[in-house]
């Protein structure tokens, strides 16, 4: 039996960039566990099924993996499970599919982050998906199992072993250790990014809470300079807290609640008597106070780049300023 230290560490700094706009989903942390070995030799693939809570892109996966011996490149299935939770084995399963290097991993052991947003997945409330890894041959890795620090399994899925014939058997209800963020409002996915501060303050989540008084400041980039001296513009809707937000049909990245009021425009770099005013090298920032706030209200913010009528559009992911309801 190992003790689990439960450190965070990144693939590179490239490959983990601000968890901002992005939700924790699921955790299943240990306390103390043992940790399953992960050998190719052995054929057995160790499967963990996960039960999703927040709608959206699954955006990073962390794993509380450790190594023992061997180099090269860990592979990562998500799959489908079936109406009982089981993961599905045949090709036609598979969301997606991405590797990490074992020199992401040291002992002792820590949890390793992957970043899968890149892979386009998309999640819904109450769905279930397994997470696999899988080892090349002369490598040996663990993934560390058991109860979190309160004593409890993980009970939104079960634990699987891949057999020597390829079967899919499950394991037990302890649960490996993992963590799963979900981006629920994704843009297009072009170089294009929009951070909201609140007093100065950049908001880690997709929702953040604002008051009278507040300074907001709506910041636009594109950090490779493929929306740099192109037309821009922040966008924004008030609508009845609570009410559901949904992607325009036949527009999957851009996002209309229920019960919207006219989108209103924060700025626009389109037109003006000196033409359209691009994007600046390095961003540009959209800096007020609110004047007052209405209890109960929210505003789903978006930024935009590019030029609709050439179908060279990128949109941001989009964020939700809501006012508490003092009741």
Known sequence: MLRNTTLF????????PSLAAQDLDQVHLLDSSNYMPVDAGWNRDYIQVVTCEVAGRLSRIELALGQFFGDGDIALEIRRCDASGAPLGDTSALLGTTTFPTSSISTPLLGTQIEVEHLGIEVSAQQQIALLIQVPQNMRITWGQGADPAGQPYDGGWQWFRDLSGGLNPWGTVGFGFRTW???FPGSGDDIDLEVSVNGIEAADAYESIQRGDVLEFRVTSPNDAFTDRPWFVVGQVFPFGAT?????GLPNLYVPAGAGEPFWFFSGLGGPFGNLGLPAGGASVRFSIPFAVPGVSMIVQAFGGEIGAGTIGTTRARVLRVPDPS
């Open 182 to 184: 979900v981006e629920r």
């Open 9 to 16: 560490l990144c693939l590179s700094a490239a490959a983990c």
């Open 245 to 249: 937000i949904q992607p325009v049909p």
